[in-house]
């Protein structure tokens, strides 16, 4: 008895977590005579794939995309390549009294930085630069947007692998930098795909910045996209329900990749996931 | 005797560079753009509508979260006292939180909505007169509306952090208490719960520091409306900035919320050395 109520209780929080997806996707699916049906229309309705051509074909959806995917990958790439040796640095080398840990938590203090604080000074220094509604602009935002979240977690893996290993493989006559590449990173590339992909989902699911620094249609984010949408007097619902679908497919497929370092990763590190 | 310059400097420098450039100078931008008008600051005391931004801040903030830590220990406690099934659940119970924040508030668009929305479509089914239930267009729903949202989509971060805290207590202090004859809620309260405090505390403050910056959701559900029902400290911000273009008032006032984060981010600080 006591078992079947926490199975249902169980059940009741998981369908209240997954509904309003569902809905979203029936939605997308659904004809424009069905979507608003009284009554709500679960199931068994006529399926048609109008709204995704829509959405990604008449519609400019498809650019959007496209800059979503550029803007998550180089960024992403572009905070790993300056993060990683940070925090390579940070975790194997002796620093006096301290200052490895004073700068590791500095480090990580900019990333607690409302964004609204620094979305006003660098929205003038991009206008001023002429990087606004550009990739270049966005991207090298993102890149300082994930760069502490990178240090802090490559750090946590670093100082997880013993550092006798890579002694070793110097006194066999690999340099420093040899060591890291062939010897160390083989060694943390779980670390370091978890990494990337938060990366990857947090520029893919980035909203207030893209809003600001991108205002231009050709320049527009997936995100922006549907927002600039939702906004207007009269919606499309169905290709904007579409679109939406198409935005959170990646994210929930990466994210189940990298389910063994939620944990961690969402805690910045401090729940050992 | 020489200093001499560490070697992990070198490695740590670009992301220094970086950061400095893209974190530190913005503010010091900011602190000059504030400062170029000296009528920002008192401005700030006279503002009603930065009051009304900053209590409906702090409304939401304490009511999400409040909310959202108890109905996530609770489902903490109750997905961890399954035989079967717990990653199922955990799964499920994850998604509202990883979706874009922009793709759950369309979904919620589209459950809110009077006319059409599937919440009052399913209230009508079961015999309700739906007619007053205007949810993020009534000016007295709206905020609520707005709160219920941000439960259903970060009630699942709680429950993970919470979730992960309640496998790492060792087994050994629960067994003892039980072999001592303490029933299930003694246990929960004398045991489990100071074991899980710091856990607990760290959960709170990240998702504290997270509300109190809250855009994203609001933005697509009310754009801060009825009027200004919904209005929030990061929404006025962004609407003098860049509805009125006044920056430099922008400017002042995201020092008031970066004071709070702040506050938040010296204790969130504490908690994560101690352990």
Same mark, same amino acid.
């Given at each position: ?83 990683? %040796?940070?925090?390579?640095?940070? =975790?194997? $080398?002796?620093?006096?009294?301290? &200052? ?6 500095? +480090? *990580? ?80 590339? %779980?670390?370091?795909?978890?990494? =990337?992909? $938060?990366?990857?989902?947090?520029? &893919? ?6 809003? +600001? *620094? ?60 | ?275």
């Amino acid at each position: 008895m006591k078992t079947a109520l926490k199975y249902l209780a169980a059940s009741i929080a998981f369908i209240v977590a997954i509904a309003p997806v569902y809905w979203l996707i029936t939605i997308s699916l659904k004809r424009e005579v069905d979507q608003f049906a009284y009554p709500p229309q679960w199931a068994g309705f006529v399926v048609t794939l109008e709204h995704y051509k829509e959405a990604f074909g008449s519609s400019s959806f498809s650019a959007y995309f496209l800059n979503s995917v550029l803007l998550a990958g180089i960024s992403t790439s572009a905070a790993l390549l300056i993060g990683v %040796p940070a925090a390579y640095g940070l =975790a194997r $080398f002796e620093w006096p009294a301290n &200052w490895g840990d004073r700068i590791g938590d500095w +480090i *990580l203090s900019t990333r607690m930085l409302p964004p609204i604080v620094t979305i006003v000074p660098l929205f003038l220094m991009l206008r001023e630069a002429r990087l606004l509604n550009s990739l270049v602009g966005l991207s090298i935002v993102y890149t300082a947007f994930n760069l502490p979240f990178v240090v802090w977690m490559m750090r946590g893996f670093f100082d997880e692998v013993p550092r006798e290993i890579e002694e070793a493989a110097m006194l066999d006559g690999e340099s420093r930098v040899g060591a890291l590449l062939r010897i160390v990173l083989p060694l943390v590339k %779980p670390g370091l795909a978890a990494t =990337a992909v $938060f990366c990857l989902v947090v520029a &893919w699911n980035e909203f207030l910045f893209a809003l +600001i *620094l991108t205002q231009t249609e050709a320049a527009m984010t997936l995100p922006v996209g549907i927002a600039s949408r939702v906004t207007q007097y009269e919606i499309k619902w169905g290709a904007m329900s579409a679109a939406g679908v198409v935005a959170m497919l990646p994210v929930l497929v990466f994210a189940s990749a990298a389910q063994k370092y939620l944990v961690r990763g969402l805690s910045l590190g401090a729940v050992k996931g | 005797m020489k200093r001499r310059v560490p070697e992990g400097f070198w490695w740590v420098l670009p992301a220094l560079v970086v950061l400095v450039s893209l974190s530190i100078y913005p503010l010091i931008y900011s602190v000059k753009l504030s400062l170029s008008n000296p009528g920002n600051f008192s401005r700030l005391f006279s503002d009603r509508l930065f009051a009304a931004a900053g209590v409906q801040t702090i409304v939401l903030t304490a009511a999400a979260l409040t909310v959202e830590f108890l109905l996530g220990l609770a489902l903490a406690v109750l997905i961890d006292s399954l035989a079967r099934g717990r990653a199922f659940f955990r799964t499920g119970l994850l998604v509202p939180m990883l979706l874009p924040p922009v793709v759950a508030a369309v979904a919620w668009r589209l459950i809110y909505n009077p006319q059409f929305g599937m919440l009052n479509g399913m209230l009508r089914q079961i015999g309700f007169n739906t007619e007053w239930l205007t949810w993020t267009s009534g000016q007295n729903s709206a905020l609520a509306s707005v709160i219920l949202v941000d439960v259903w989509e970060w009630t699942p971060f709680l429950f993970l952090l919470l979730s992960a805290g309640l496998q790492a207590i060792p087994p050994e202090p629960l067994e003892a208490a039980r072999i001592d004859g303490a029933g299930a809620w003694r246990i929960f309260r004398d045991v489990t719960l100071p074991l899980l405090k710091p856990t607990i505390l760290l959960a709170l403050l990240l998702r504290a520091m997270d509300l109190v910056r809250i855009f994203d959701q609001i933005f697509i559900l009310t754009q801060g409306g009825p009027g200004t029902a919904t209005e929030t400290v990061s929404l006025y911000i962004y609407r003098t900035a860049f509805r009125f273009s006044n920056f430099g008032y922008a400017a002042a006032m995201s020092f008031v919320l970066l004071a709070a984060t702040m506050l938040f981010s010296r204790g969130l600080m504490r908690v994560m050395r101690s352990r």
